[in-house]
């Protein structure tokens, strides 16, 4: 009797406490949204009574999303059952919906802050109803309180009060949308995280869960837009099967608020429109168009519009038939303006038989045709001018162009970041272009904002993020590769927020709140993707990858079909220095910004040496701001670059038993291989500028461990991404 009464009591104990466990291994897929019970005894219970009964009233699909959101969130965090009721709540609580959906916030008289807050935007309020204590999520629509319900849910995650809560929040851009370089059959462009996960061939019949996971950890971060297919377009989207495709995909995106959008490739009207021309002045092509444009909005009522690559890297577009951007852009944007829909026209071009300098070609194609746009085209520019380097310089567009909506387009997949192994923590890098003054209108003219129509009041605005999203069990191959992508939204949504602070959120969402893991994390992070910027291409210099894979370094690529694919014609090493020289001297390239920035960019003595190479050619004996020589500070930077390498792969080996077994082992074997590349660029870099510096490294550095006929001989084989 008493045995198995103890045996029951043990059993019984075993249950409790496997209860408490997770009830799947830490791979990663949860991402931030992990609602695990909360550890802070105190906190629970302040949440427990500023929470009380939960009211969600209303039955639309986004709604719902909203009530089962806080049944799984409220009810992991705070380790019971939480019920969401649709009846009136008479005792307290939280009250969640908009005033047409809930009586009790239609009564709250919070029309006036309502009305500031936009269609996107959200109130979150600690509020006193006759005699009773809410906590109010209220918005305009019921997108707004998707939105306010996810940040609640932040705010428990990340242990904050909920005592006197009075946040207002609404997005600075309108359109924040992820890009995804996805192909029809899997493959993803630059993607490193295993293969698209959009499963074509089951669609339209199966909606894989991820589908959902996707949409909900999107909306969590406030991204509203998901353009699907790669910007080296297939026009076989386009078609009706296809379509029935893309069709399922919106439709179960659509409670989390999510449009979807499509890449159109210009010549879509020959290819399946069996049309002889794609001319976009030509009648039948416009209305191939037209149809089509209809078309696609029978299947998808509210469908996003087109992204648009043309006349880039060999794809088609208007200048084949001598029309320009603008010709091409207004075409589509004319038929797609009475559904509302846009056009995201990108003006990442430049032309083969133009001798110019790259840097210089989108701005002098798009410069000249300001004003020339419809309204609903939006003109998405890449942060710099010439690639997604590690580092670069914001570009000259910004600013330049006061009557067009420019839209930012930042790269969250790696390509030239390490890709999928290397940690980089790009909101620093995001922040950098954000924040860089264009002097467009005067001091404080900001790219950031620029692009949220701010700065020339533009009704559109919008920050395109290229997706690092693929099929791998934890979403990005790199466990910190998710907060890349969390920081494109988060930074999307509000470009003032601070690196820091998304890094801390982000952390402890993603692994705890524990100072001894917030801490540490947020260093590393904080310093990633400048030791990048080190091992790879300090001081300005840039596209020196290996050829095609850009995995690895190739500093000595040259003789390839085009020059400004090599990278000779970025570094221009001789005997005399190195650097590319983009002043007055050089390719002027500086005469594209605007006069204050030329100043402190075109003299080397105020030019930053965070970009004095993409600037100036300097000579290999000039003093640099640490009263080395240049040659010297090179070697100093590509082995700081390798030091902060090991110095991450410390701190994180001093998180072994704090942080769960899965993802610490699958970041500490990251490190070390990141550890081994960055030797790998800085050995082959430095033994290849040597050729021309014909200088020795420092004595006191650590020494190359190859020769540099060895580096050149590396050739990855089937590298992703490509
Ligand atoms: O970064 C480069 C990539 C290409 C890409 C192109 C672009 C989609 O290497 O793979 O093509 O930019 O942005 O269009």
């Known amino acids: 009797m008493n045995l198995s009464k103890n045996l029951f009591r043990f059993a019984l104990l075993v249950v409790l406490f496997l209860s408490q466990l997770p009830s799947h291994a830490e791979d990663g897929y949860r991402l931030w949204q992990r609602y695990d019970l909360l550890q802070n005894k105190d906190l629970l219970k302040q949440y427990r009574k500023s929470l009380g009964e939960v009211v969600v009233q209303g039955t639309s699909p986004t709604l719902t999303v909203v009530k089962d959101e806080l049944e799984m969130g409220l009810s992991g965090l705070l380790g019971s059952k939480v019920t969401v009721s649709d009846q009136a709540s ?12 809930s009586p009790l916030i239609k009564d709250l008289g919070l029309d006036q802050r309502l009305k500031d807050i936009g269609q996107e935007g959200f109130l979150l309020l600690s509020q006193k109803h006759k005699g009773n204590a809410y906590t109010v999520i209220a918005a305009n629509s019921e997108k707004g309180v998707l939105y306010g319900t996810f940040h609640l849910l932040r705010l428990l995650q990340t242990q904050q009060s909920l005592e006197a809560l009075n946040v207002t929040s609404s997005p600075k851009t309108k359109l924040r949308i992820l890009n995804h370089w996805d192909n029809l059959d899997r493959t993803v462009e630059r993607g490193y995280a295993g293969f698209s996960i959009w499963d074509w061939h089951k669609l339209p019949d199966y909606i894989d869960q991820r589908y959902l996971d996707y949409a909900r950890a999107n909306a969590s971060i406030g991204i509203n837009g998901t353009v699907l297919t790669n910007v080296n377009a297939n026009s076989l989207v386009l078609t009706p099967e296809y379509l029935a ?4 995909l919106a439709d179960a995106f659509r409670p ?11 010549s879509s009207p020959i290819e399946i429109g069996k049309l002889k021309t794609a001319d976009p002045l030509d009648p039948a092509v416009r209305a191939w168009w037209k149809s089509k444009v209809d078309e696609i909005y029978t299947y998808i009522p509210d469908f996003g519009g087109f992204t648009v690559k043309a006349n880039s890297e060999g794809q088609p577009g208007p200048q084949n038939y001598k029309r320009s951007h603008a010709d091409g852009a207004n075409m589509l944007a004319e038929v797609l303006a009475p559904k ?15 001798p110019d300098d790259r840097h210089k070609q989108a701005y002098t194609e798009f410069k000249p045709l300001d004003g020339t746009f419809q309204g609903n085209v ?32 930042f790269q969250i997949t790696q390509e030239y970041l390490g890709q999928g192994t290397h940690l980089a923590y790009l909101a620093p890098m995001f922040k950098e272009t954000l924040a860089a003054d264009t002097y467009a209108k005067g001091k404080g003219s900001t790219a950031g904002k620029i692009v949220d129509g701010s700065l020339d009041n533009h009704p559109i605005s919008g920050m395109a993020g290229v997706s690092n999203i693929g099929n791998d069990r934890n979403w990005t191959s790199h466990p910190f590769g998710q907060a890349n992508w969390y920081a494109f939204g988060r930074l999307a949504w509000d470009h003032e927020l601070t690196s820091e602070g998304i890094a801390e959120e982000w952390i402890k969402m993603t692994f705890s709140n524990a100072p001894s893991q917030v801490a540490p994390i947020k260093q590393m992070m904080m310093g990633s993707r400048e030791a990048v910027v080190n091992y790879m291409t300090p001081m300005g210099l840039h596209h020196l990858m290996g050829w095609s894979h850009h995995y690895g370094p190739g500093p000595w690529i040259k003789d390839k079909p085009r020059a400004d694919w090599t990278s000779v014609y970025y570094h221009r090493a001789d005997e005399k220095g190195i650097g590319f020289d983009r002043t007055k001297t050089g390719s002027n390239a500086l005469s594209q910004y605007a006069p204050e920035v030329q100043a402190m960019w075109g003299n080397p003595a105020t030019c930053p040496e965070e970009v004095l190479l993409w600037f100036h050619h300097v000579a290999w004996d000039a003093k640099t701001k640490s009263g080395r020589t240049l040659w010297d500070e090179l070697c100093y930077r590509y082995s700081g670059g390798v030091d902060s390498v090991r110095a991450m792969q410390k701190t994180w080996n001093s998180l072994a038993g704090q942080v769960d077994k899965e993802r610490y082992e699958q970041v500490k074997q990251y490190l070390d291989i990141q550890e081994k590349d ?10 290849y500028f040597q050729t021309f510096s014909k200088r020795p490294i420092p004595q006191e550095l650590e020494k190359p461990q190859g020769t540099l006929e060895e580096y ?11």
Do not use: S
């Open 378 to 409: 939006l003109v998405q520019v890449k942060n710099g001018a010439i690639d997604f380097q590690p580092r670069e310089p914001f570009h000259p567009l910004f600013g330049a162009m006061p009557k067009t909506p420019l839209m930012m387009e």
């Open 256 to 266: 989390y608020g999510i449009k979807v959008y499509l890449t159109a490739r210009f």
């Open 90 to 101: 008479k005792k307290g609580g939280l009250v969640v919906g908009t005033p047409t959906t």
């Open 245 to 248: 495709k893309v069709k399922a």
């Open 340 to 354: 509302g829909g846009i056009v995201m026209w990108r003006a990442f071009v430049y032309d083969n038989n133009v």
């Open 712 to 722: 050149m001989k590396i050739e990855p084989k089937f590298a992703p991404g490509i």
């Open 678 to 687: 960055a030797r790998w660029w800085r050995d082959a870099c430095l033994l």
